[in-house]
C-alpha cells in the first residue's frame, strides 16, 4: 500500500514525531477514532547517531519498496515499489530533522497487497502515548479509545462500539503501538480501513520487538 504523502513540514521538536507517525497512513482512522493519542511533556533529550536500517521482513512481511517487484517484474510494479520508497524516505528525512537523530519509515505490505503497516523508528525517546478521557458512564460496555500495555510496547486502541454491543476482540482495531526507551523509539500502525490482521495489539507488540532486537 502506499503511504499518503504528509500534508506539511513538522515543526522542530522532540514530540513532533508522533504527530507526523499520526499523519502518515492513519487521516482517515484519526478523524474517525478523534485522535486517541496526546502527548506528554517529558523527553529525555538523548539522541543518538547510530544509523538506521529498516528489516528486509518484519512478522514475516515484505517490504513495500521490494515486494511488489517480487509479485512481477514490470513497469508497473516498480514504479508502485518506488513510489512507496519516495515515501517512506521522505517521511523519515522529516522526522530525522525533527529528532535531529537518525530515523527510518517503512512500510510492509502482504500478500496480494491485502494488508499492510508501517514503522516508524528513530534514535531518541519519545514521549508515552495516552488516550481522551472517557466518562465511564457513556452506556457502552467498554471505552471507545483504550490504552493497553502489552510487556515493553504501549498500544492505543480503537474499540467500535454501540450501545447494545458487548466488548470483544472482533471490535477492537489497533490505531498505534510503540516501544520507547532513551536511545530508540519504534511505532507501528496498520494501514488501510479494514486490517483484520493485525487487530491484536499482542500481534503488533510481537513485531515492534522484532524490530526492537534488530535495530536496537
Given at each position: 500500500m502506499e503511504t499518503p504523502i504528509v500534508a506539511a513540514p513538522p515543526r522542530r521538536s522532540r514530540w513532533s514525531f508522533l504527530?507526523?507517525?499520526?499523519?502518515?497512513?492513519?487521516?482517515?482512522g484519526a478523524a474517525g477514532v478523534g485522535v486517541p493519542w496526546f502527548l506528554s511533556a517529558h523527553d529525555s533529550g538523548?539522541?543518538?547517531?547510530?544509523?538506521?536500517?529498516?528489516?528486509?521482513?518484519?512478522?514475516?512481511?515484505?517490504?513495500?519498496?521490494?515486494y511488489p517487484?517480487?509479485?512481477k517484474?514490470?513497469?508497473?510494479?516498480r514504479q508502485f515499489a518506488q513510489r512507496n520508497a519516495t515515501n517512506d524516505r521522505e517521511n523519515g528525512n522529516r522526522i530525522s530533522v525533527a529528532y535531529g537523530a537518525p530515523a527510518l519509515v517503512q512500510t510492509y505490505t502482504a500478500v496480494d497487497f491485502t494488508h499492510s503497516f508501517q514503522i516508524t523508528a528513530v534514535r531518541a525517546h519519545a514521549p508515552g502515548l495516552a488516550i481522551p478521557y472517557e466518562d465511564k458512564n457513556s452506556g457502552l460496555a467498554g471505552p471507545i479509545n483504550e490504552l493497553r500495555q502489552v510487556g515493553d510496547?504501549?498500544?492505543?486502541?480503537?474499540?467500535?462500539?454501540?450501545?447494545?454491543?458487548?466488548?470483544?476482540?472482533?471490535?477492537?482495531?489497533?490505531?498505534?503501538?510503540?516501544?520507547?526507551?532513551?536511545?530508540?523509539?519504534?511505532?507501528?500502525?496498520?494501514?488501510?480501513?479494514?486490517?483484520?490482521?493485525?487487530?491484536?495489539?499482542?500481534?503488533?507488540?510481537?513485531?515492534?520487538?522484532?524490530?526492537?532486537?534488530?535495530l536496537h
Open positions: 504527530a507526523i507517525g499520526a499523519a502518515i497512513g492513519l487521516v482517515v538523548v539522541v543518538s547517531g547510530l544509523p538506521l536500517k529498516a528489516p528486509d521482513t518484519l512478522g514475516g512481511v515484505d517490504r513495500a519498496d521490494v517487484v517480487k509479485v517484474d514490470d513497469y508497473a510494479h510496547v504501549s498500544c492505543v486502541l480503537h474499540n467500535n462500539l454501540a450501545p447494545s454491543e458487548q466488548l470483544s476482540p472482533d471490535k477492537t482495531s489497533v490505531v498505534v503501538c510503540q516501544r520507547t526507551d532513551a536511545v530508540l523509539t519504534i511505532q507501528l500502525k496498520p494501514l488501510g480501513d479494514d486490517t483484520k490482521e493485525y487487530n491484536d495489539p499482542a500481534a503488533c507488540a510481537a513485531m515492534i520487538n522484532e524490530a526492537w532486537a534488530k
